[in-house]
């Protein structure tokens, strides 16, 4: 193959501005989907993607195109990624793949959070960034505004800035050549040994495990020994290939510079590293990739099979979906209440909703989880540093000589006139501030320093809410600082239900207290017996509820006669449920575990 000729790049932004829509018309302008069965999302081919709207796993396709303008027939590589904050990793692990970026802002909104997060991740990556505004056909479109802004925020000049229209196809055979025109072709020799990188990998019912790999320096063929440089294992091919038209196609060779996929004999999926590197065990290469930086889960809750008896499925199951979402962390657990499951990493709650709903619909698992946390450290009297990610990890408090928490460099991007909403919701959260800048007339951009436990839940939805949709946020851990840590219990009757504990800042304890039990009063269903539920640190109880018992009407058959009759029914009633209040199982319903993690 002519290197000259090929081209790699992916299409980044901030969620919703554009990006799947931009990659299905160049999908349908380089005739990779007939125009016949053209649909939206094509590149998003999870249901829960068209569902939401949203883009959660990257996806590579293969293109030709010929550009009129340069009278050549092009290959092109396009990675359409996530936009949403919790997906970064994707972003991330595509533009390792990648020479250049395609960087769309939505021409109604401007320049978000995101856009910024990705444009620098871009940056660090070396790779040659394309601006393009999109949406320019909407009656909401301030063009000048938004390519102002551009100019101002990321530096760009004004003939670099390409005007589109990804839903009515304006501008998109002007990007396709200036991508030929300004992104460089790939590197590497192919007279070297071997040397790939292991970039992305999902799980097909067909093929088992596909691994994709960006090729930097030498060539693979279907007769090629594969050696994984991290893990020593050596690997023969079964089918080499790339993804065109939307569909896996076997070739003979990958070169350096190209980007494609291969199966091999793997049985275990847990045996694939993303940001290995692979070499020929023949002809080695002398060290290996740098790979990508890896993010580290910010977000840890328990996952627990309802029923015990379909823990292997849930192993299985994971052992899969970590192929496609290398982000996602698990180790087995087991607690009091449920039994065995996995305590689980995610980069944040719509991370964590994603998998859950994943793990349900794709593998028919009925699942519980617990109340999430952020990793918290603790420094031990005896001078040991312990990383706790559940409740259950704590040390008593007499073991403890400080506490420590994750803080979070918190960058949002809001209209002018909710800054002062904006500013004082982030310091009831206990955020600290730390500058602000003006972007445009009506646009600031904003950082605060705050506790990550603050904004895992539903900081979002709230900032959202304050600038009646036009916030946007972004954040990256920083540092560990210290606080006030407790643990807060949930006893029913008298018993802890550890789904429920919950480690916090001490001051925020009494509020979260009263209502967890407030809720739960609400979604536990009566029972025979009273049910006590309680919130409490330790021994001091913070707040306290009662379900009142079902109501049977024991002497509803005495229908006359002497009051000691009836006294003895009643007697024997009490005893009744005594008993049953002290061997009773609780029933909870699934749902009180759902609705416990909103509040």
């Given at each position: 193959m002519d290197k000259t000729l090929l081209r790699n790049f992916s299409i980044i932004a901030h969620i919703d501005h554009g990006k799947s829509t931009l990659a299905d018309r160049i999908l349908e302008l380089t005739g990779a989907v007939d125009i016949r069965h053209k649909g939206d999302q094509l590149l998003d081919?999870?249901?829960?993607?068209?569902?939401?709207?949203?883009?959660?796993?990257?996806?590579?396709v293969r293109l030709n195109y010929f550009s009129k303008k340069f009278n050549k027939e092009y290959i092109l590589n396009l990675i359409d990624t996530p936009g949403h904050v919790d997906f970064t990793y994707e972003v991330s692990k595509s533009l390792a793949a990648c020479e250049g970026a395609i960087l769309v802002v939505d021409a109604g909104q401007g320049i978000e959070a995101q856009t910024v997060g990705n444009y620098y991740l871009a940056l660090e990556n070396n790779l040659h960034v394309i601006p393009v505004i999109n949406k320019i056909d909407l009656i909401s479109a301030d063009v000048a505004r938004v390519k102002s802004q551009v100019e101002t925020v990321l530096g760009f000049k004004d003939e670099e800035i390409i005007l589109a229209s990804a839903k009515?196809?304006?501008g998109v055979i002007e990007i396709l050549d200036r991508i030929i025109e300004t992104i460089p072709s790939p590197g590497g020799e192919i007279g070297e040994p071997l040397k790939a990188l292991i970039f992305d990998c999902r799980f097909d019912a067909f093929k088992g495990v596909v691994v994709f790999v960006k090729v930097i320096d030498g060539q693979i063929t279907p007769r090629t020994q594969l050696k994984m440089f991290h893990a020593g294992k050596i690997y023969k091919i079964e089918e080499l290939g790339v993804f065109k038209d939307l569909k896996y196609t076997a070739v003979d060779s990958l070169t350096c510079g190209e980007v494609g996929y291969f199966t091999a004999n793997m049985r275990d999926p847990r045996e694939v590293i993303i940001g290995d590197t692979i070499t020929d065990p023949k002809n080695p290469c002398s060290e290996a990739l740098p790979g990508y930086r890896k993010v580290k889960p910010l977000v840890f809750c328990g996952i627990y099979p309802v029923n015990p008896a379909d823990f292997p499925e849930l192993r299985?199951?994971?052992?899969?979906?970590?192929?496609?979402?290398?982000?996602?962390?698990?180790?087995?657990?087991?607690?009091?209440?449920?039994?065995?499951?996995?305590?689980?990493?995610f980069l944040g709650l719509l991370h964590m909703e994603i998998v859950q709903e994943r793990l349900e619909r794709e593998y028919n698992l009925n699942l519980i989880l617990t109340v999430p946390n952020v990793v918290y450290r603790i420094k031990t009297k005896d001078g040991r540093l312990i990383e706790v990610d559940t409740p259950a990890k704590l040390c008593a408090s007499q073991d403890i000589d400080e506490a420590q928490e994750p803080y979070a460099s918190l960058l949002m991007i809001v209209p002018v006139d909710s800054i002062e909403a904006v500013c004082d919701f982030?310091?009831?959260?206990?955020?600290?501030f730390v500058s602000n800048e003006y972007l445009s007339?009506?646009?600031?951009k904003?950082?605060?320093?705050?506790?990550?436990?603050?904004?895992?839940?539903?900081?979002?939805?709230?900032?959202?809410?304050?600038?009646?949709?036009?916030?946007?946020?972004?954040y990256e851990f920083k540092e560990y600082l210290p606080t006030k840590l407790v643990k807060l219990d949930i006893l029913l009757n008298g018993q802890?239900?550890?789904?429920?504990?919950?480690?916090?800042?001490?001051?925020?304890?009494?509020?979260?207290?009263?209502?967890?039990?407030?809720?739960?009063?609400?979604?536990?269903?009566?029972?025979?017996?009273?049910?006590?539920?309680?919130?409490?640190?330790?021994?001091?109880?913070?707040?306290?509820?009662?379900?009142?018992?079902v109501g049977k009407h024991a002497t509803s058959k005495c229908s006359g006669g002497d009051i000691t009759r009836k006294r003895k029914l009643w007697d024997i009633q009490k005893k009744g449920k005594k008993r049953l209040k002290q061997f009773g199982k609780v029933e909870i319903p699934?749902?009180?575990f759902l609705e416990v993690l909103k509040i």
């Open positions: 081919d999870m249901e829960l993607e068209k569902e939401r709207g949203i883009t959660i796993k990257a996806s590579m009515e196809g304006k299985d199951a994971m052992d899969k979906l970590k192929l496609s979402d290398a982000s996602f962390v698990f180790e087995p657990e087991n607690s009091q209440s449920f039994g065995t499951g996995f305590r689980c990493g982030t310091k009831s959260r206990r955020g600290m007339e009506d646009r600031v904003v950082i605060f320093q705050i506790p990550l436990s603050e904004i895992i839940v539903d900081f979002y939805d709230r900032i959202k809410s304050i600038t009646r949709g036009y916030g946007s946020m972004d802890v239900c550890d789904a429920f504990s919950s480690l916090m800042f001490k001051e925020k304890a009494t509020s979260r207290a009263h209502l967890l039990v407030g809720k739960l009063k609400e979604l536990i269903p009566r029972q025979l017996f009273e049910v006590a539920i309680q919130a409490a640190i330790g021994s001091q109880i913070l707040a306290s509820e009662k379900v009142r018992p699934q749902e009180a």
